[in-house]
Nanobody
Framework: VQLQASGGGLVQAGGSLRLSCAASGRTFRTYAMGWFRQAPGKERELVAAIDWSGGSTYYVDSLKGRFTMSRDNAKNTVFLQMNSLKPEDTAVYYC???????????????WGQGTLVTVSS
């Protein structure tokens, strides 16, 4: 599976962005998908995930209600809708895929290149 993330950019606090992750490979629709982020000086963290069907999602507690993850298996793409962005959301965002429990970081074996999100105050 190869992953290509896009949609990052510079946005003011309170604004929105929608990240996309396009996947290649016919096994995409069987894989869990996750979005991770890594802020400067911090460890990479799993912030959202979705199962193969789209029927089950996971969000880190601090983001619940602001971020929404979805997938379109027909287009081999997952999305992360980010609303009410805060400066502390500034990070490189990575999409990843794998087989296993969606909320477990070790599930994710395949990684995209990352897209930078910068939220100005």
């Amino acid at each position: 599976v190869q992953l290509q993330a896009s949609g990052g950019g510079l946005v003011q606090a309170g604004g929105s962005l929608r990240l996309s992750c396009a996947a290649s490979g016919r096994t995409f629709r069987t894989y869990a998908m996750g979005w991770f982020r890594q802020a400067p000086g911090k460890e990479r963290e799993l912030v959202a995930a979705i199962d193969w069907s789209g029927g089950s999602t996971y969000y880190v507690d601090s983001l619940k209600g602001r971020f929404t993850m979805s997938r379109d298996n027909a287009k081999n793409t997952v999305f992360l809708q980010m609303n009410s962005l805060k400066p502390e959301d500034t990070a490189v965002y990575y999409c990843a895929s794998g087989l296993g429990h969606i909320a477990t970081p070790r599930t994710y074996q395949y990684w995209g290149q990352g897209t930078l999100v910068t939220v100005s105050s």
